[in-house]
């Protein structure tokens, strides 16, 4: 059953202070910003929280800036700005290729980058783009700042190293990695606007054949989003052969632990994390 509008209380600080010194009341208040995972589940009638604090007029967090050592993405950064930024095109294209890849238009015009991983979905498209970077992430309260690396943040299904009284107030992404080969691609139903059903992205330094580093990481094949180190491990100062290629297939169908549901079942994405792995790896020779 859908929800009454009415049923719901809708504030917009002015402030950063003074939106954070309202999540830390306990009055209730849960943080909204593009609205995109929030409003459907309104619409649904599923919305347990009826007190919501728009992000809009902190401009702070929709800012993207650029140091010499990071870039810093505001936690309220739609994709659209994300993937018109030209140093985040140029450096960290499997992020803005995931936010060109979400949803449709619409979508990437209110869907923000700190939206979609507070949703804690393991599906979700920016997560493996952000494993792969070593994104940190800032967290500010009423009670001061702190930074969680990304590899840290998902604890479990749907659960994040975040506590209610926190807003996501930037993603730091330390630079540069040009010098990486780096391959993303997201499998759904369709080839746009659909959830995946198992997403991938990697980078990799190779020289004479022999894989240097490599970062690996998916989506939609574990409780989390997973970054793959038993196979980068195995892979690491390896001369990718297809004996090789073979052997991590085997480690990462080993370490990924996909679920049947709506959108799939576990032996497709198995099938197909393996056969991107091979793609992505029968690049680098
Ligand atoms: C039609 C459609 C298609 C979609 N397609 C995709 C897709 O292809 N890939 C994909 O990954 N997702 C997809 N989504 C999901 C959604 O668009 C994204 O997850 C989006 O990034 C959510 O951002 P938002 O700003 O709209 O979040 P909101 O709906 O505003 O909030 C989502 C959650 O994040 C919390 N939150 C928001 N901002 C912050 C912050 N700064 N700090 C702390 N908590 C915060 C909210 O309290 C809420 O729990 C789709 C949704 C729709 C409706």
């Not at 992000?55 to 010499?68: A, F, G």
């Not at 869907?111 to 500010?140: E, F, K, M, R, W």
Request: aromatic share 6%.
């Amino acid at each position: 059953m859908r929800s009454r509008i009415s049923e719901f209380d809708l504030v917009m600080p002015e402030s950063l202070d003074s939106a954070v010194a309202m999540l830390a009341s306990g009055e209730g208040w849960r943080p909204i910003a593009g609205g995109t995972d929030l409003m459907v589940l309104l619409n649904a009638g599923k919305l347990p929280y009826k007190k919501l604090l728009t992000l809009r007029k902190l401009d702070e967090l929709r800012q993207i800036s650029v140091t010499n050592n990071a870039v810093h993405i505001g936690g309220a950064a739609t994709y659209s700005h994300i993937q018109r930024h030209p140093v985040l095109e140029a450096e960290f294209p499997l992020l803005c290729q995931a936010a060109r890849s979400t949803g449709g238009i619409a979508n990437q015009n209110q869907g923000t980058l700190g939206g979609n991983i507070a949703n804690a979905s393991p599906a979700a498209d920016s997560a493996p783009p952000l494993l792969v970077y070593h994104a940190q992430i800032h967290l500010v309260s009423n009670s001061g700042t702190r930074k969680v690396p990304y590899t840290e943040f998902h604890l479990g299904y749907k659960q994040l190293a975040m506590r209610a009284d926190e807003l996501i107030q930037e993603i730091e992404l330390p630079r540069p990695v040009t010098t990486w080969r780096s391959y993303g691609r997201k499998v759904g139903t369709r080839r746009a606007q659909a959830i995946s059903k198992v997403s991938f992205a990697a980078a990799a330094r190779v020289e004479g054949g022999n894989v240097l580093d490599i970062r690996l990481a998916l989506g939609s094949v574990a409780p989390v989003p997973l970054r793959c180190t038993a196979t980068e491990r195995f892979l690491l100062q390896t001369p990718v052969t297809q004996a090789a290629i073979a052997h991590a297939c085997q480690t990462l169908e080993s370490e990924i632990r996909p679920i049947d549901d709506i959108r799939s079942t576990a032996v497709y994405r198995s099938a197909v994390a393996k056969n991107i792995l091979a793609e992505f790896l029968g690049t680098l020779g």
